[in-house]
């Protein structure tokens, strides 16, 4: 720990976690074992940090909610083991909403990007620099939001998505899918990075055929679903995509646009 950080008594600080010099740690915060915190990060109280995590200077992380309704209630910012956020990040703690802000492991928020109150980041997820996600949006594993797009709050994206940079996401993305444009719209079955995860060519169509009927036949999307479920074969890719459109709140985002 540098002699020129300020780290309250009352932080918990795991083994072999570096602290470098001018950074703040309030009170009431955990830091895992084997991390480090770069110059000039504050870490206010309410952060529970994994193992292995990075932060890099001009970082803040748990700073009060930018929400009027916020009225002092004592709520978290979470973030899991080795998950790297770069330069002058921010991370918003929660509200009475979910009572925290949660980041999952292996993550990567890059310089500049913005993490709301109550928001959810699953783990494996690239959050790109500059992007803005507003607050009880939640952004499922493995998906990609590229450079400067900025994120609706109550906005779900799905997992293995990837988002052009950009976009304004106002709409829910669905699992497994490329999207932009303005409006954003689908583009196609984020076919490279399934390959790179592992996924099957049985899969991967499958989860193109489901699209298809979304987003090319002319369908809505009661007709849509109606269609998937009788004849798509079970699979937890099916399930998932049909979960995640029912469930949506602020609906799904429009087919291909020229």
Known sequence: MNSHSLVNPNAIIGKNTVIEAFSYIDDNVTIGSNCWIGNNVTIYSGAKIGNNVKIFPGAVIS?????????????????????????????SRGTKDKYKTK???????????????????????????????????????????????????????????????????????PPYCKAGKEPLSYKG????????????????NQIQNMYRILYLEGKNISQAINKISKEIEDSKEKEIILNFIKSSERGVIKGILD
């Open 189 to 204: 079955v984020n076919s490279i990075g399934l390959k790179r995860r592992n996924f099957n060519q049985i899969q991967i």
């Open 103 to 173: 980041i999952g492991k292996n993550c990567l928020l890059m310089a500049y990007s913005h993490i709301a109150h109550d928001c959810i980041v699953e783990d494996n997820c690239i959050i790109v620099n500059a992007v803005q996600i507003a607050g009880h949006s939640i952004i499922q594993e493995y998906a990609i939001i590229g450079g400067g797009s900025l994120v609706h709050q109550f906005s779900n994206i799905g997992c293995h998505s990837m988002i052009s940079g950009g976009s304004i996401i106002r709409k829910d993305v």
């Open 63 to 91: 700073s009060i909610p930018q929400d009027l309704k916020f009225d002092g209630e004592e709520t978290t910012v979470e973030i899991g083991d080795k998950t790297t956020i770069r330069e002058c990040v921010t991370i």
